[in-house]
Structures are given as C-alpha cells and as structure tokens.
C-alpha cells in the first residue's frame, strides 16, 4: 500500500504574517493553511476545490517547496522535504512540476519558445545543441502544438496555445508530479475542453500523478479521482469522484458548493443550499467549525468544538458535527 | 410587444497597430421590458463591445461603422453627447465584473448613493436617506444603516456588486446592462447575485441584458438569450429552447464541451482551433472554419437569422443546415 | 500531425495572430513620429560628433585644450572666431567643443555608474524581498534625503576636486533614483508566473534575476536614464561652476560660465555660448526621453 504513495503531507501549516515592516509590528496571521493532512497516490488526480482564500494556491506551492510551510512536512516517495539539503531539493525539483493559472503570464516575454523550454533542460540535463533541440521538438509535438512554435516567441500565441505549451515544459524533465493551478479558469469554454483531454491523454501515457486546484467544482468533479474540499486553510472532505456526482457528500460546505454551480439543466438540479454571504476573514476565523457561522444546520457544539477529519467509509472523509448526528439516527 | 432595446445590424472596428479589428459584425437582437437577455458568447465575440457601443463609451481608437441602436424607439447612435449623458446611468445603468475598480474608494457606500438619488430625484435630505436605506435592503444587504456607513474596501465583492446593483436602482435605470458580473466572484456569491437579478426583474419590473460566457449563468437567469460569434448572433431564442435544442454548430460545440460528471472517464468533445481574433472578416459563415457540416455555401454568403420552425418565430438560426433551399 | 507514440493528439489548426512586433521596435514607430525628440536626438548627435571630432572641426586645437593666446583676448564673434575669444584669448567655438568632451562625458559617466550600481541593489531588493530588502532601501532613503548637490560638494571637496571625484560624487547621489524604480518593477514581474515556474524549473536565485528579472525591467531605466542625462550634465555644470570639476585650463561648460560671468554684461558671447550649450544639451535630452518615456507606454503610445 505505502509504495502506492507518492506524496503525503503530515499537519502542514502554513502562516502569512501581512505587512510586517522593520520598525512596524505584525498585523495579524493569516492561516492559509493549517493542519493538512493528504495522501496523493501515484498516477491519480486529485483535485482541490474551494473559494478564494481557503489556501488552495498556498497548498500547491507548498508541496513544490516553492514556499516554505510553518509548520508539518511533505513527504515525496519516502523523503521529507524540509530534511533535504539545497542539492537534493533541486535534484528532486525535476519530479515535481507546476502549470499556472495564467498562460500570459507563464512566460518570459523575452524569451523564444525554444528557450523557454530548454531552460528546465540546460538546468538540469546534460542536454545540447542537437539533442537539446530534438527533445523540444519532441516536447512541442507531444501537446499538439507544430514544431514551428519553437522559433516564436509568447504574445504570438494564444491563451489556449501557451496553456499547451506550458504543459510542454512542465514535461520536459519527466516529472512524476504536476501541480495544476486552475490551469484552465483563464480560457474559454471549448479551448478549456481541449486542454482537460491533453492532460488526461499525457496523464495516461506518461503515468503522471495530478493535484488539481480549482474554483470550478465541475471541472474538477470531471477530471478528479479523489477531491479535497478546502475552507479556511482546512480540508473539510475528501471524497472520490463518483461518490460526489452520486451525491454522497457529506459536509454542508461541499454540499452548498455542489448547489451553486449554475447548470445548463436547471431541472436536473439536486437540493439547493442557501448560505449567509458573509465573507469568511482568513486572519481572524471563527472558533470551533470555522464553517459554523454561515451553516444552515449549524448547531450549539459547532461554534465551540472544532470538529476533526474522520473516516467515513473507505475513501470518505468529513470535518463535520453531523456525522455523529446521522450515525446515531 | 415594444422592445425596450433594440440594436440592429451594428458593427463596430478598433483601429490597433496589428491592423483594423472587426469586433462587432452585424449584431442584431432586442430586450423587452421586463425581460432578462443573455448574450453569451466566448472571448472576443464582441458581446462587450456591443454593450460599450450601446452606451456610446468605445474606447478612443474604437467606432460604430454601422447599425442602429433603438432605446425607447430612439436612436443612441444618433443622439448627441448630451442626450447621451442623460441616458447614461438614468435610463440605462451598468455594471461590470469588477466592482471594486467602479466604487470610488474615498466616499462612504451611504454618501455614494445619496448623491445619485439627489441627482435624479430631487428629493429632500430624509427622503434621500430613506430611499437610499431601502435600495441597499432591496439588493439584500444585511444591517443597511451600518451598510450605509461603510467605505467600499470594508466589503467583500459580493456585497459591492449589490450597491453596485443599488446604485443602478437609484438612477431609475430601466435597463441593466449588467457585463459579466458575477465572474470575479466565488460560486456561491454568484448564485446569490443571480438570483438578486432574478427577483428585481420580478419585483421592480427591471429590464436586464446580462452578459456572460457561462451558459450555467444562462440556463438560470435568462428569458432570452443570444448566442454570439465573432461578432454576430449565430442563435437566438428562448433560453430553454436554444439550450435544449440547440442548432447551431456553435452552440452545440459550447455545450458538448462543458465538463459535466456524465462525461467523466470520457473526452470532451471540443470545437477545434480558436475564436477568430477579428483582423479580417470571414467570408461566408465566420464559424465555416470551425464548422465540422461546412458545406460550400457557407464559405460564400453569410447566412441569415432565420426561424428554426416556420411557425415559430422566436427560436432563429444563422445557419444553411436549417435554411429551406440547401437543407436536404 | 505526428505526436509521440501512444498519444493521440489533435489536430490543431488555428490562424497565427497577425503581424506582431518586438517592443523597441514599437518603441521606434511611435518615437519618430515626435518631431521635437528627433530635433533633440539631432541635437545631441551634433554635441557628440563636435566633441568626438573637435581636433579636425576647429583651426585652434590647442586653444580648446586651453593654451593662451593673450593678444586676441575679447574678440567678438567673427569669421575666424565664429563665437568670439574669451579673456585669455582662446577661440570659444573651440572651448565648446573640448568642453563638451568633459561634460558630455560626465553626464554620461554619471548615469552610468548610478545604473550600475542602482539596477543591481534594486533587483536584489525587489527579488530577494526581507532584510535584505529593507536594508537596501533604508540606504537609498538616507542617500534621497542629502540635498544632493551638497552631498556632490561634500564629497568633491573631501576627495579633492577633479573629474573622476566630481563623476563620483554625483553618481553616489543618483543610484537610488534607479534602485528604488528598478525594485518596484521587479516586484510587480514577481507577481508574473514565468519568474515562479523559473523557481518550479530549479534555476539558482542569481540566474534569475540575471535572465528572467533583469532584461524585463531595463525599458523604463533606458527612459529614466535619457531624462537623468540632461540633469547629470547641469549638475556636473554647477559644481564646475563652483570650481571642483575639471581643473584650468581644461575646458568644461560649467567653468566656462563660471569665467565668463565676470565679464558677461559687456562681452556676453563666451558665458553665453557655453550657457547655451548646457541649455540646448538639457532641452534634448528632455526632448528625447519625454518621446521615449510617452513611447513606451502602451497607453500613451501614438499610432
């Protein structure tokens, strides 16, 4: 079982401290997250939703190192991150890849296609002149994209192209890992389609491992095996795929989420659950379930017990007062 | 039924340094009162030009080349810069996605919209206040005298949105053109501003011309709606019936690409290549390239709306797969 | 299309965008449409060529360098002495055009080192962020606060005068200006994702900044440094003036006003044709980096 894991993090916490100056004090601590705990197996995706601020962004720099969390580990194949030296971080670098959310911006504007493809390479390869040159023709082709792209530079492609091309030099070292940050949340519709095939095709062929984050529970229902519901830093279910579409969740939080995508079939639509609109504040969270003030079914022992992760049945977990209620009806 | 809104045949271009852009080709479609129309469409289909170009505020290097705009049976293409001003925010209001860059930042909520009731009512100071109290409660906002008082960065985006919302309601606007305004937005709050929508038009008798690029936000909101490529309205109609059955290969691209938890385990059907950037105008059909039932005609003559069924004329098409004469 | 085996890939047709161009060359396009850049950039490029040639362009290339020649002292303007003689009697054309060479090539100099020494630490700032940062920056604010020509005299009269002292001086009050501009680029490309996924790739620190960070916040440097040429030179003409730049009988515009006041009332040709040299030089490069400044921003740019 332990060698169908990839990565595992062990109460990974992760605190901002804005605007702290040399002579000014702290402000307050903004908890993006705290106390996660997740297990990604080899070649599953799994996605991780939740709303603007609830730190699944910060989830998946962390993993990558590309920021250092509080507190907690990460553990990649039996290796814990934080234990490493300088050398082996960026040795460990080519197994772990990440795709933004923004292609625009994903690229040196300076710099040609080609370049910025074989940086990973130079970096990390011994890979030159015509070898070097095979492998990002390779790379390029593998998304779909002419080889032609290679001698262009950024503003010359369009939103969907540069998205392929980014997967393109995501793929470059033969990484076993990509984060996946709302790779699709900046295109339209149908380029966003085309993009989701690529990734399962590549997935497929290449036994990648996926962390999916994105705001769009659809996508992410569609391309997940497993999905990781994040509020406030915390992850309040995890839950496979199908158990979610077969509407098994259990959380009221995942449940409010389901009900708000707007459907093209409003008539097929489940339950519908109406939440307070008030903001949730990432530096100063409510006590107990930091859910609590804007669940419908709240009850007395939310606002003052934290309610922990537990196991509902093999894949499902839930951070919620409710499951005691309905397992002792 | 008079159209509130009606804007027919309008085109407009940008001049740019990589050449003359045709954004909005031949537009055509009308809002009724009391009546929420979607345009959908995908990036560059020119649904937000078209809203700029009602209002008459295109960017400096931006022009309507042709067409009318109707509002009230009144040319705007026409009217001149003061008629114009008139109609903005009084008659016709907008809001964008981003309802933090529309909110001046230095002024209370309260203040803010107390200046626009005096400015089109000329109500006393209670009165103002009242008003102003009742518009923030109409949009839904929780404790409106504290709302009241509250400088813009002290909300969160959802809340902004509703004064937003409000301030369209002070002016007495008959139309909201309302511009993606729920996509900045995180689902939940979205749904709570859709249905704010919904409820104004019942209750206020508001007339909304709702752009999106997410046909979910269609299916719930609209009466109508307008399908737009590159430019034009390819399809158009009933928001159940074009979502259900749809005809255009455009519109039935757009749905069979939608990830959904049916399709799971199995590709997405998507619409090859991308939105054309509008540097030239397409011959034919602009979807022709993208087609996959492209037949000659369509590369020569640009079709026409024409109603799917003869005696319907509500659900209309741009497309020769419907037109009498080449439909086999 | 042919992908690597096992994958299926799509075919993928799209139209590539039209013409584009890179970004000096629309830099270009809207520049020379500036009439008073160009007359500037002309300017300049007669300044530059008078210093660079002024052995070959004037008959008298020792009195330049600033031999005497006592017995012509005073001369107006005339065919042979185009801009008149100064109190010793050398011809003025010719002290211009050597003057020139030094404060050119000091307001030149001047920008330079305060680019080289300011782009750097404003990087790093921005890059690194933390102490590093505030250290950085607390610096730049004490060397903002001095008045800067006292700080210039300050220095100029504890190294002695002279032109290197003089260059140096004011260069030590300059670099902030860039260090503070390149370090708020820098932390807006921070926010760009191609400087993360550099990180994601495992590139080192250094090699960021040089390839990635760099070259993507030098445009507005080349424009502040255009308009900062024109006040390095008046800078370097005052502390000429005031005597601790380039020493007589060498040539400098600022000493040449400084020699010529004495007399100005009645023989105002050799203050006045260094004054107006300084004035035409400043104007220029006012001119030009105004345009260049205009021209490389999106917004303001002319089609």
Same mark, same amino acid.
């Given at each position: 079982?332990?060698?169908?894991?990839?990565?595992?993090?062990?109460?990974?916490?992760?605190?901002? $401290?804005?605007?702290?100056?040399?002579?000014?004090?702290?402000?307050?601590?903004? #908890?993006?997250?705290?106390?996660?705990?997740?297990?990604?197996?080899?070649?599953?995706?799994?996605?991780?939703?939740?709303?603007?601020?609830?730190?699944?962004?910060?989830?998946?720099?962390?993993?990558?190192?590309?920021?250092?969390?509080?507190?907690?580990?990460?553990?990649?194949?039996?290796?814990?991150?934080?234990?490493?030296?300088?050398?082996?971080?960026?040795? &460990?670098?080519?197994?772990?890849?990440?795709?933004?959310?923004?292609?625009?911006?994903?690229?040196?504007?300076?710099?040609?296609?080609?370049?910025?493809?074989?940086?990973?390479?130079?970096? $990390?390869?011994?890979?030159?002149?015509?070898?070097?040159?095979?492998?990002?023709?390779?790379?390029?082709?593998?998304?779909?994209?002419?080889?032609?792209?290679?001698? #262009?530079?950024?503003?010359?492609?369009?939103?969907?192209?540069?998205?392929?091309?980014?997967?393109?030099?995501?793929?470059?070292?033969?990484?076993?890992?990509?984060?996946?940050?709302?790779?699709?949340?900046?295109?339209?519709?149908?380029?966003?389609?085309?993009?989701?095939?690529?990734?399962?095709?590549?997935?497929?062929?290449?036994?990648?491992?996926?962390?999916?984050?994105?705001?769009?529970?659809?996508?992410?229902?569609?391309?997940?095996?497993?999905?990781?519901?994040?509020?406030?830093?915390?992850?309040?279910?995890?839950?496979?795929?199908?158990?979610?579409?077969?509407?098994?969740?259990?959380?009221?939080?995942?449940?409010? &989420?389901?009900?708000?995508?707007?459907?093209?079939?409003?008539?097929?639509?489940?339950?519908?659950?109406?939440?307070?609109?008030?903001?949730?504040?990432?530096?100063?969270?409510?006590?107990?379930?930091?859910?609590?003030?804007?669940?419908?079914?709240?009850?007395?022992?939310?606002?003052?017990?934290?309610?922990?992760?537990?196991?509902?049945?093999?894949?499902?977990?839930?951070?919620?007062?409710?499951? $005691?209620?309905?397992?002792?009806? | 039924?008079?159209? !509130?809104?009606?804007?027919?045949?309008?085109?407009?271009?940008?001049?740019?340094?990589?050449?003359?852009?045709?954004?909005?080709?031949?537009?055509?479609? @009308?809002?009724?009162?009391?009546?929420?129309?979607? !345009?959908?469409?995908?990036?560059?289909?020119?649904? @937000?030009?078209?809203?700029?170009?009602?209002?008459?505020?295109?960017?400096?290097?931006?022009?309507?080349?042709?067409?009318?705009?109707?509002?009230?049976?009144?040319? !705007?293409?026409?009217?001149?810069?003061?008629?114009?001003?008139?109609?903005?925010?009084?008659?016709?209001?907008?809001?964008?996605?981003?309802?933090?860059?529309?909110?001046?930042?230095?002024?209370?909520?309260?203040?803010?919209?107390?200046?626009?009731?005096?400015?089109?009512?000329? %109500?006393?100071?209670?009165?103002?206040?009242?008003? %102003?109290?009742?518009?923030?409660?109409?949009?839904?906002?929780?404790?409106?005298?504290?709302?009241?008082?509250?400088?813009?960065?002290?909300? @969160?985006?959802?809340?902004?949105?509703?004064?937003?919302?409000?301030?369209? !309601?002070?002016?007495?606007?008959?139309?909201?053109?309302?511009?993606?305004?729920?996509?900045?937005?995180?689902?939940?709050?979205?749904?709570?501003?859709?249905?704010?929508?919904?409820?104004?038009?019942?209750?206020?008798?508001?007339?909304?011309?709702?752009?999106?690029?997410?046909?979910?936000?269609?299916?719930?909101?609209?009466?109508?709606?307008?399908?737009?490529?590159?430019?034009?309205?390819?399809?158009?109609?009933?928001?159940?019936?074009?979502?259900?059955?749809?005809?255009?290969?455009?519109?039935?691209?757009?749905?069979?690409?939608?990830?959904?938890?049916?399709?799971?385990?199995?590709?997405?059907? @998507?619409?090859?290549?991308?939105?054309?950037?509008?540097?030239?105008?397409?011959?034919?059909?602009?979807?022709?390239?993208?087609?996959?039932?492209?037949?000659?005609?369509?590369?020569?003559?640009?079709?026409?709306?024409?109603?799917?069924?003869?005696?319907?004329?509500?659900?209309?098409?741009?497309?020769?797969?419907?037109?009498?004469?080449? %439909?086999? | 299309?042919?992908?690597?085996?096992?994958?299926?890939?799509?075919?993928?047709?799209?139209?590539?965008?039209?013409?584009?161009?890179?970004?000096?060359?629309?830099?270009?396009?809207?520049?020379?449409?500036?009439?008073?850049?160009?007359?500037?950039?002309?300017?300049?490029?007669?300044?530059?060529?008078?210093?660079?040639?002024?052995?070959?362009?004037?008959?008298?290339?020792?009195?330049?360098?600033?031999?005497?020649?006592?017995?012509?002292?005073?001369?107006?303007?005339?065919?042979?002495?185009?801009?008149?003689?100064?109190?010793?009697?050398?011809?003025?054309?010719?002290?211009?055009?050597?003057?020139?060479?030094?404060?050119?090539?000091?307001?030149?100099?001047?920008?330079?080192?305060?680019?080289?020494?300011?782009?750097?630490?404003?990087?790093?700032?921005?890059?690194?962020?933390?102490?590093?940062?505030?250290?950085?920056?607390?610096?730049?604010?004490?060397?903002?606060?001095?008045?800067?020509?006292?700080?210039?005299?300050?220095?100029?009269?504890?190294?002695?005068?002279?032109?290197?002292?003089?260059?140096?001086?004011?260069?030590?009050?300059?670099?902030?200006?860039?260090?503070?501009?390149?370090?708020?680029?820098?932390?807006?490309?921070?926010?760009?994702?191609?400087?993360?996924?550099?990180?994601?790739?495992?590139?080192?620190?250094?090699?960021?900044?040089?390839?990635?960070?760099?070259?993507?916040?030098?445009?507005?440097?080349?424009?502040?440094?255009?308009?900062?040429?024109?006040?390095?030179?008046?800078?370097?003409?005052?502390?000429?003036?005031?005597?601790?730049?380039?020493?007589?009988?060498?040539?400098?515009?600022?000493?040449?006003?400084?020699?010529?006041?004495?007399?100005?009332?009645?023989?105002?040709?050799?203050?006045?044709?260094?004054?107006?040299?300084?004035?035409?030089?400043?104007?220029?490069?006012?001119?030009?980096?105004?345009?260049?400044?205009?021209?490389?921003?999106?917004?303001?740019?002319?089609?």
């Amino acid at each position: 079982m332990s060698d169908q894991i990839l990565l595992e993090t062990r109460r990974l916490s992760k605190y901002f $401290h804005p605007r702290r100056g040399l002579l000014s004090s702290k402000t307050g601590t903004v #908890r993006a997250l705290e106390d996660v705990n997740l297990t990604i197996y080899r070649q599953e995706t799994l996605g991780v939703v939740g709303e603007s601020g609830c730190g699944k962004t910060t989830l998946g720099r962390v993993l990558l190192n590309l920021v250092k969390p509080t507190s907690g580990q990460v553990i990649f194949e039996g290796q814990d991150l934080s234990s490493l030296e300088r050398d082996a971080l960026r040795r &460990l670098r080519r197994e772990m890849q990440i795709v933004f959310q923004n292609p625009y911006s994903s690229f040196d504007p300076r710099f040609s296609m080609f370049r910025s493809l074989a940086e990973p390479l130079t970096t $990390h390869t011994n890979l030159r002149g015509a070898a070097l040159e095979q492998r990002t023709r390779q790379l390029v082709r593998q998304v779909g994209m002419p080889e032609d792209a290679l001698s #262009r530079y950024p503003h010359e492609f369009s939103g969907g192209q540069l998205q392929r091309l980014a997967i393109a030099r995501a793929l470059a070292l033969n990484p076993k890992f990509i984060v996946l940050d709302e790779p699709t949340s900046a295109l339209d519709v149908s380029v966003q389609a085309q993009i989701l095939n690529l990734l399962r095709n590549l997935q497929r062929h290449f036994k990648l491992t996926y962390l999916f984050i994105s705001h769009d529970l659809s996508v992410v229902q569609y391309i997940s095996d497993r999905i990781a519901v994040m509020y406030l830093g915390k992850v309040v279910e995890l839950i496979a795929a199908p158990s979610l579409v077969e509407g098994q969740a259990q959380h009221p939080y995942t449940r409010a &989420l389901l009900s708000a995508i707007p459907e093209v079939h409003p008539e097929d639509k489940r339950e519908r659950i109406v939440m307070p609109s008030k903001a949730p504040d990432a530096a100063r969270p409510p006590s107990g379930c930091s859910f609590h003030p804007r669940c419908p079914f709240a009850m007395e022992i939310c606002a003052q017990v934290e309610p922990p992760l537990e196991q509902i049945s093999a894949e499902h977990w839930s951070a919620c007062h409710l499951i $005691h209620q309905s397992l002792q009806n | 039924m008079t159209e !509130l809104l009606t804007v027919e045949n309008l085109h407009v271009v940008f001049q740019t340094y990589a050449g003359t852009v045709y954004a909005v080709n031949g537009m055509t479609f @009308s809002v009724q009162p009391g009546e929420i129309f979607g !345009l959908v469409g995908e990036s560059g289909c020119g649904k @937000s030009v078209a809203c700029l170009a009602i209002l008459r505020i295109l960017p400096g290097h931006g022009r309507i080349t042709a067409g009318r705009v109707l509002f009230d049976g009144h040319d !705007l293409t026409q009217a001149k810069e003061s008629e114009m001003q008139a109609i903005r925010g009084r008659q016709i209001a907008m809001i964008f996605q981003d309802p933090s860059t529309s909110l001046n930042p230095v002024f209370t909520v309260g203040s803010q919209i107390k200046r626009i009731i005096r400015h089109h009512t000329q %109500a006393s100071r209670q009165a103002t206040e009242q008003r %102003a109290l009742e518009l923030l409660d109409e949009v839904a906002l929780p404790d409106p005298p504290r709302i009241m008082q509250a400088y813009p960065h002290e909300l @969160s985006g959802g809340m902004q949105q509703r004064v937003m919302i409000a301030m369209a !309601l002070a002016s007495g606007a008959r139309l909201l053109i309302a511009d993606e305004p729920t996509t900045a937005l995180d689902v939940t709050i979205q749904n709570q501003i859709l249905e704010l929508l919904v409820e104004l038009r019942r209750h206020v008798g508001l007339s909304i011309l709702l752009i999106t690029h997410n046909l979910g936000v269609v299916a719930e909101t609209c009466d109508r709606v307008g399908v737009a490529y590159a430019g034009q309205i390819v399809e158009i109609g009933p928001t159940s019936e074009v979502l259900h059955t749809m005809k255009h290969p455009y519109t039935q691209g757009l749905l069979a690409a939608l990830p959904s938890a049916q399709q799971k385990g199995r590709d997405l059907l @998507s619409i090859p290549g991308s939105v054309p950037n509008g540097l030239s105008v397409i011959p034919g059909c602009p979807f022709h390239p993208r087609c996959p039932h492209v037949m000659e005609v369509c590369r020569q003559t640009p079709p026409r709306l024409t109603a799917v069924n003869p005696g319907e004329a509500q659900h209309q098409v741009a497309c020769y797969l419907y037109s009498p004469e080449t %439909a086999q | 299309m042919q992908g690597a085996p096992g994958i299926e890939v799509s075919p993928f047709v799209e139209p590539a965008p039209a013409a584009t161009y890179s970004e000096w060359r629309l830099i270009w396009r809207s520049f020379r449409q500036d009439k008073l850049a160009l007359i500037g950039l002309a300017i300049i490029l007669v300044f530059i060529l008078g210093a660079a040639f002024a052995p070959l362009l004037t008959p008298y290339p020792e009195q330049g360098r600033g031999d005497p020649n006592i017995l012509e002292k005073f001369k107006p303007p005339s065919a042979a002495h185009p801009l008149g003689t100064d109190y010793l009697g050398r011809d003025v054309l010719a002290r211009v055009l050597y003057g020139g060479r030094s404060s050119l090539s000091m307001g030149f100099l001047v920008v330079v080192i305060a680019v080289l020494i300011g782009v750097p630490l404003g990087a790093i700032a921005g890059y690194l962020g933390g102490w590093v940062d505030e250290i950085i920056m607390r610096a730049t604010d004490v060397f903002m606060a001095f008045p800067s020509l006292l700080l210039a005299l300050a220095i100029a009269s504890a190294l002695g005068a002279g032109f290197t002292n003089t260059m140096i001086a004011i260069a030590v009050t300059w670099w902030p200006w860039y260090t503070r501009l390149v370090r708020s680029q820098t932390l807006s490309l921070r926010e760009r994702f191609f400087v993360e996924a550099a990180r994601s790739i495992g590139l080192p620190g250094h090699k960021i900044v040089l390839t990635h960070v760099l070259p993507n916040v030098m445009t507005p440097v080349w424009v502040q440094a255009t308009l900062d040429l024109g006040s390095a030179i008046l800078i370097s003409a005052a502390l000429n003036f005031v005597g601790l730049g380039v020493q007589p009988p060498a040539a400098d515009w600022g000493n040449m006003v400084s020699q010529g006041r004495l007399y100005f009332i009645d023989r105002p040709w050799f203050a006045g044709a260094a004054g107006a040299a300084i004035f035409l030089t400043v104007l220029a490069f006012n001119f030009i980096g105004d345009a260049l400044r205009d021209a490389a921003d999106p917004y303001l740019r002319r089609t």
